[in-house]
């Protein structure tokens, strides 16, 4: 582990207007990392609410800074909308030095999590506490594993951070199956029956803050009546009770990967990643 007592941490999520729990992983992450006392300090900022990224650095007054987006994939918005709003590129710029000297402080421009490769340990941890220990628990030896996205034709890397993952699972051996599955994309939710190999299913929404995509769309995807959801939604209820059996197939769903607490691992690595690098362009470190 490097020092990082003279750094600052930037985390970065999109939040939103409309859903209160959009911000609320990006808060989490960003209490434990300053109980753990790494850095000199944590800072968040927001595409959608304030604090917002075009401010954020006002705020800091470390010598490093590392700045780490809390997004799924590589995109419109860690490519050109961040990178704009903190002044690190220009309007329309996608190439840029992701380490530089600005204003007397040596800024790390992160990549985003969701496409880390220790995300893969996040998933599985997610997987495996909603399906639990008991005695009616099945093996993930007799489970396929999906990941679930949003995936979308205007982006293609979208959907290669949730298949990158699904790879990695699929090499540690331990899924009977593991797919990616999509709501615009084939292949869809809704053919988790027909690609699903065992009788036990798990869905892991990898987004990272639930919403109406994860507490709604998903589950009417998977089978459930909107009905149903809408009623349990409005109640404060889960909109989807595990195990529940659709179609011959026990399903287990997950709460979105955003708040899983592995996940501060996964910003302490892209930050430890980003370092490295520094070190090895030649900067001070």
């Known amino acids: 582990m490097n020092d990082f007592s003279d750094a600052a941490l930037v985390l970065l999520g999109h939040g939103s207007t409309l859903n209160a729990d959009s911000s609320s992983p990006t808060w989490r992450h960003a209490d434990e990392l300053r109980r753990r006392g790494l850095f000199a300090q944590v800072v968040t900022g927001f595409w959608k609410e304030h604090p917002y990224f075009c401010g954020v650095l006002r705020g800091v007054f470390a010598s490093r800074v590392f700045i780490v987006p809390l997004f799924i994939s590589e995109g419109y918005f860690t490519e050109e909308i961040i990178p704009r709003e903190l002044g690190l590129a220009e309007r329309g710029q996608t190439e840029f030095p992701k380490i530089q000297q600005r204003d007397g402080r040596e800024v790390h421009y992160c990549g985003p999590v969701g496409t880390h490769p220790s995300m893969c340990r ?47 699972i699929r090499r540690q051996g331990l899924y009977h199956d593991v797919h990616a599955i999509f709501m615009e994309e084939d292949p869809r939710i809704q053919d988790v029956h027909s690609l699903a190999e065992t009788k036990n299913v798990v869905v892991v929404p990898f987004f990272i803050s639930d919403g109406l995509h994860s507490f709604e769309d998903i589950p009417v995807m998977l089978g459930e009546s909107e009905e149903v959801v809408c009623t349990r939604f409005l109640k404060g209820q889960p909109t989807w009770v595990n195990a529940t059996e659709k179609k011959g197939r026990r399903i287990w769903y997950t709460r979105s990967i955003g708040d899983e607490p592995r996940l501060a691992d996964v910003i302490i690595q892209r930050v430890s990643d980003s370092a490295a690098a520094g070190i090895a362009a030649g900067f001070a470190g």
């Open 122 to 168: 996040v998933l599985m941890a997610r997987a495996g506490e909603v399906v639990g220990t008991g005695c009616d628990a099945p093996k993930p030896s007799d489970t396929s594993l999906f990941v679930a996205g949003h995936g979308t034709s205007n982006n293609e890397n979208s959907r290669r951070a949730i298949e990158d993952q699904v790879l990695e």
